[in-house]
């Protein structure tokens, strides 16, 4: 019978019914302390430190603090410093403060080449699907599974349904793959994606490049998806190829990876068709990934939603974001612009609002932040000279991390102001309490902090 | 893990659909590295401004897709610390679910109208065993997969449980299987 690469990936790896081998466990720090401990108090080791990889990114800041020791948060020190000893007490490799491989989980593991077609990758955090743009089996955990995979280098986990989101024809001019996925979840609902995997096909996912797939199945779980994936191809393995992790037969991986794709004729559980070319820039106006609509559209008006429960959810909403029904989505004004995280920090996401913002000056009101996502992008972007061209056009350029995605850093927004950020949870008070948040593309990130206001990029020059 | 079969009591209810794991315990919180202690920033910011009141009941029951974002699982944490045993919904976040049956919450799903009766109610009796949920408008049937059921009645250690396969994850290794991926001690 035909098999989806879902099927392959899960077979390969069940070691009895249900127990699931994990190929790579990415490890930060503010998941991991009580999973430590919790081996410390049972006597029990790391089963595979030579499996597993950690950073700090959630915590730390991005000002330039160049070690743990001088991390001016007390809590957010020690909870670096606990990585750190953790790390060394139980022989994994971690790449802290002040290491040139630092940076968020999400962008260091594809980065250093640890990420490759065929594996299992968890983390506990819920971004980890990710990684599943190689063709991976990757997905977000709890503390006690994070323990559970130290101590066993094994999962127990029940089988997800499939899913397969097809997307025929080609983006158009200005429309990125974040607006591709913005779209899908706006589409299918925060909660459409639960219990299942999802796997993206179709002509419009083969065109991307490798960081537009990480964007596109980084925010699978914003749908409610255990896992997002794309199938490998050239562009996965020329991703692959030269990184520090690859392959050292490099020909015989990529046969069997030439063998992961799901078959012709293997049958999903649900199988969703979207049309790329139909698609637009999308702005979320609400306070789930899932409250989103057309740049060309208007915030919408609960009054019009059927189901009282979500018309509820759009009217609190409304409020925490202060927004009036009909109100166009061009004529929002905003105090910040936030350009990382997970979604989009990668060099490419950065060429592309450099590209916009280069010989400009952001909107006087407008406070712009660019947060590369590893030390390696930050270090490749100032060797092509982007750098220069976010603090020309009035941006602050910063140290790798998390950062404003979720706050837990000193960069957070103030109560009431509204930021255009390229994350992946406009959650209320996630960038800080009482901020509003709209999650764009970083193209439209960079137009929008340029004007002050969102503008529609396929017709703004 | 202590092991539970029934829970029994009074009801709180907070009727709103997709509350996100956020909004259960905030980033802030997520600097400790206890494990303990959670409950009393519990939906801190929606506690804190009035927006919601919450009595510490054994049974919590909310809305659909309860639990979505991130997994954090200071969110289920800070649940039982604050007094709850059982979460009654629709639909739960995936993540969400398994960590809580991690925990010893017991995350119940019942469909929309059964959970609001429940809400009414004011009071429930839950029997993991029976897989049921009985309160004054009727016995209403859920579902909780047998491994899980297993773990939760007899209170067990889940590493442990899988510890006594090691000699089939031995042999998994062993296979060739695992040896294919990068070695991160070697970078």
Sequence with gaps: MPRTMFDKLWEAHEVSGGLLYIDLHLV??????????????????????????????????????????????????????????????FGIPVYSL????????????????????????????????????????????????????????????KRPKTMRISYAGELGAGVTPKDLILATIGRLGTGGMVGHAVEYAGSAVESLSMP??????????????????????????????????APADFDAAVERWRRLPTEPGAGFDTEVE?????????????????????????????????SPADRESAERALAYMALEPGTPIVDLTLDCVFIGSCANSRVEDLREAAAVLDGRRVAGSVRGMVVPGSQKVKATAEAEGLDEVFRAAGFEWREAGCSMCLGMNPDILAEGERCASTSNRNFEGRQGKGG?????????????????????????? | MRPIDVIEGKVSVLDRADVDTDQIIPKQFLKRVERTGF????????????EIELEPNPILVVGRNF????????????????????????????????????VGLLPVILDAEHCRAV????????????????????????????????????????????????AAIDAFEQSGGADRGPVTTAL
Aim: aromatic share 6%; charged share 25%.
């Design chain 1, 28 to 89: 930060h720090e503010v998941t991991s302390p009580q999973a430590f401990d919790g081996l410390r108090l049972a006597g029990r080791g790391v089963r595979r430190p030579d499996k597993t990889i950690a950073t700090a990114d959630h915590n730390v800041p991005t000002d330039g603090t160049k070690a743990t020791r001088l991390i001016a948060d007390r809590l957010s020190r020690i909870q670096v410093e606990t990585l750190e000893r953790n790390c060394e007490e």
């Design chain 1, 98 to 157: 002040g290491s040139d491989r630092q940076g968020i989980v999400h962008v260091i593991g594809p980065e250093l080449g640890v990420t490759q077609p065929g594996m299992t990758i968890v983390c506990g955090d819920s971004h980890t699907s990710t990684h599943g743009a190689f063709g991976a089996l990757a997905f977000g955990i709890g503390t006690s599974e994070v323990e559970h995979v130290l101590a066993t280098q094994c999962l127990v986990q």
């Design chain 1, 212 to 245: 537009g797939r990480m964007t596109v199945c980084n925010m699978t779980i914003e749908a409610g998806g255990r896992a997002g994936m794309i199938a490998p191809d050239e562009t996965t393995f020329e991703w692959v190829r030269g990184r520090a992790a």
């Design chain 1, 274 to 306: 979207v049309d790329a070319a139909s698609l637009s820039p999308m702005v979320t106006w609400g306070t789930t990934p899932g409250m989103v609509v057309e740049v060309t559209d208007s915030v919408p008006d609960p009054a019009a939603i059927e």
């Design chain 1, 436 to 461: 509003r948040t709209h999650l764009v593309s970083p193209r439209m990130a960079a137009a929008a902090a340029i004007e002050g206001h969102f503008v529609d990029i396929r017709d703004w020059s």
């Design chain 2, 39 to 50: 409950g009393e920033f519990l939906f801190y910011d929606w506690i804190r401004s009035g």
């Design chain 2, 67 to 102: 639990g979505c974002g991130s997994s954090r699982e200071h969110a289920p944490w800070a649940l039982e610390d604050f007094g709850f045993e059982a979460i009654v919904a629709p639909s739960f976040a995936d993540i969400f679910y398994v960590n809580c049956t991690k």
């Design chain 2, 119 to 166: 809400a009414e109610a004011g009071e429930a009796r839950i029997d993991i065993d029976d897989e049921t949920v009985t309160c004054a408008a009727g016995v209403f049937e859920f579902e909780v997969e047998p491994g899980v059921k297993h773990r939760l009645l007899n209170g067990l250690d889940e590493i442990g449980i899988t510890l006594e396969s090691v």
